[in-house]
């Protein structure tokens, strides 16, 4: 590839970015966006080190710089983040093929996963009642047992191979799914609390379940669609975690002559590891609440003010991978299939730091020592 | 002035280095080189039993016993196009940039100190194996309690093994 061809890429690349010149180039810290245009000309030659950095900015690998361009997959988001959407999607893209890439080299040594079940969506006809059937047999498909929120993101994880990633998203964006040529992957909005993120996990799980490119394509261009498919998917998340009968027989122990406290609400809401809000809803679909008493609890500032309040201190964000991609990651550093620099980076963590970062999630960096085992 | 041997170093040995307290001495005895990209990205600082340390490459560059290197793309196109697409994925950019160098003709005398089984590898998928260098072999005196990815041991062992992998990643050239 030429320098001048070279150039047209980075153009390409750029603008799929929705990143203007001057946007790159402040990026780069080069002091003047005519350092881009030279580039993207031809006009100037690149060093490797900046071919590096500018990857890195436009969230691809430097081996698909040198290819010709690829049509951006498609992402469905619950809430589109105002700002740097396209950068979002890149880095979600990207984590998710560094995952394909982890599964690919260690193929040989991987147990076989379960397709994650697949059901056909009609927006003219599916509704809440749907949705929520639709919950209650993949709950039991998935084995997810009693406390649904509890085991939901290890068993897509581990059992069905959907690849997981969190990014702060500040207070916009919250989560976005995608159905990759290679496999499902979900976004998570690394600034929402825990339970906020189990929502987002089911209700894009519904997504993934339903998913259809001509569908997805759809909803994305009808504001109508996109706002029937959400609600779908929102109850599907409710039914998901919060099983009815569960919940029916929950509620008669925290009720008194007829009435549900704050407090009962919020043993409600950490018992199935979800939002007071959710449990509103839920209560609501389950004719405990007319919608008028539902808006008047929801428009209510001393029940947003205790919500908040029990929102943890303590929480420190979620992750930016899951357990399975920092196991396969650390299986194929180990086995001398990647680089220990390019662990370091998977893991979003320095040279110096991986040794600790690797001992406080339990992977010490060891040797080659082996012991034999019997075959029982 | 007496001709020192031409070594480049990865990221992993710099560190190493100062932390074993063996950079002054690895730069009377060698004349090093950095690739740019571990230069500007990745040797900041290190690990002592005080806590982390900064590393400063400043005094070594500034007496001519340490010298940046920088990769062209036109280099780096050419690394590529000798290994699968895959090989890439599985190594970092201060690596690369590392073995483009290696491969171009103004460091066809140095040699490479590298302490990444995936990089060691290549060397030998690019039959360059003897252009590599472990870092216990750098060092040459007896190190206590070297990790095992700085072991002599290690580095043959991955040698070998990117002579036996080699008809997977090997392209062209």
Known sequence: MNRKQLGRRIREEREKCGLTQHELADKLQWKSHATVVALESGDRELKAFELFQLSNILHMNVNDLYSESKTSPLVLWRKKPKAQRKLLERRFSLRSEEMNFLETILKDKLPQLRPLPRKELDLRTADLFWANELADSIRRELDLGSLPAATLFPRLEEEFGVRMFSESMGKDGSAACCYFSFGPAIFLNRDEVPWRQVFSIAHELFHLITWNPTLVEKVENSAALHRKNEALADAFAAGLLLPEDLLRRDVRTVEEAGKLSHSGLIFLARKYGVSTTAVLLRLRYLHYLSSDQLDQILNDQTFHALDKKSFGKAFDGTPAFGARFLRLAYRAYQAAKISRARLARLLETTLIDLPDFLSTHGFPEVGHEEFAISSP | ?173
């Open chain 2, 1 to 173: 002035m007496k001709n020192l041997p031409l070594v480049l170093l990865d990221a992993n040995v710099i560190i190493e280095a100062f932390r074993r307290n063996v950079w002054k001495s690895l730069s009377d005895k060698y004349q090093l080189f950095v690739p740019c990209t571990v230069l500007e990205e990745e040797v900041f600082y290190f690990q002592s039993k005080q806590g982390k340390e900064g590393i400063s490459l400043t005094p070594a560059i500034e007496a001519g016993k340490l010298k940046e290197l920088s990769a062209l793309d036109a280099e780096l196109q050419a690394f590529h196009s000798l290994l699968h697409p895959h090989f890439h994925l599985s190594i970092d950019p201060g690596e690369k940039e590392a073995l483009a160098l290696l491969l171009s003709k103004r460091c066809k005398d140095h040699l490479f100190c590298t302490a990444d089984g995936k990089a060691i590898q290549a060397l030998a998928i690019l039959s360059r194996s003897e252009q590599g260098l472990s870092f216990e072999k750098l060092v040459k005196d007896k190190v206590p309690s070297l990790p095992h990815y700085l072991s002599e041991k290690w580095f043959r062992q991955q040698l070998q093994r990117g002579v036996e992998e080699r008809h997977l990643w090997k392209l062209g050239g």
